[in-house]
């Protein structure tokens, strides 16, 4: 798992924290918005990760929903979302290149992996045109170095690993995703292609989640 991604699921499980958080109370979100103040939609934004909650936000939050016993503990859990989150800013700074050489001897250490992806395709199974759109999307909204190339051909070393260690891997990915056109629709074929090859090598499961049905490959 990539940091950034680390950083989101923090960022979702404080969330979910926050939303059992309220329904314990038996409060609507809406409820909690119009109790704090706010635009009804900041309720739903804070549950689901998308709004890093602010420490005043915390104590508004567990104000309301009488859990003020709770605040210190997720304060001090949100701080940590935003250190990692300046810590990989920080990384960016320096370039791309840098951020996909960071996590190399994480992947290299491991042997059994576990990835659950509900935006994108995960990093060991995507194509170089994949993940040129991908970063090349990063860079521009977050004004990194022009390492890009170099970037891209790291995170295809670091897909070495299916190949070679004996490892195990699972893979779970929401259906829609590979439904995305962002990188065009050849190139999502590419990676259909990519992801039978590796499955050829160690043993690997991958799962593909639609509305109505769960398809699933062994090796």
């Not at 295809?156 to 260690?165: A, C, I, P």
Request: net charge positive; proline share 3%.
């Amino acid at each position: 798992m990539s940091p950034s991604s680390s950083i989101q699921q923090a960022r979702e499980a404080l969330g979910k924290r926050l939303r059992e958080i309220r329904k314990d109370s038996g409060l609507t979100a809406r409820a909690v918005a119009a109790a704090a103040g706010w635009h009804e939609s900041k309720s739903s934004r804070l549950e689901n990760g998308r709004t890093p909650p602010s420490d005043e936000d915390i104590r508004t939050w567990t104000r309301i929903c009488d859990a003020e016993g709770q605040a210190a503990d997720l304060i001090a859990t949100a701080r940590g979302i935003d250190g990692m989150y300046v810590e990989w800013r920080r990384l960016e700074s320096a370039g791309l290149k840098r951020a996909q050489e960071s996590v190399r001897p994480l992947f290299e250490r491991t042997h059994w992996f576990r990835f659950y992806q509900s935006w994108v395709i995960q990093g060991l199974l995507q194509t170089q045109d994949y993940t040129r759109a991908i970063l090349n999307t990063v860079a521009s909204l977050r004004d990194t170095p022009g390492d890009t190339d170099e970037a891209v051909a790291a995170r295809m070393e670091r897909q070495r690993v299916l190949y070679t260690g004996g490892r195990r891997f699972v893979f779970l990915i929401e259906e829609w995703v590979l439904r995305l056109a962002g990188a065009g629709a050849r190139c999502i074929q590419r990676m259909s292609c990519h992801a039978d090859r590796a499955q050829l090598a160690p043993p690997m499961r991958t799962a593909r989640l639609g509305r109505e049905r769960c398809e699933r490959r062994y090796i």
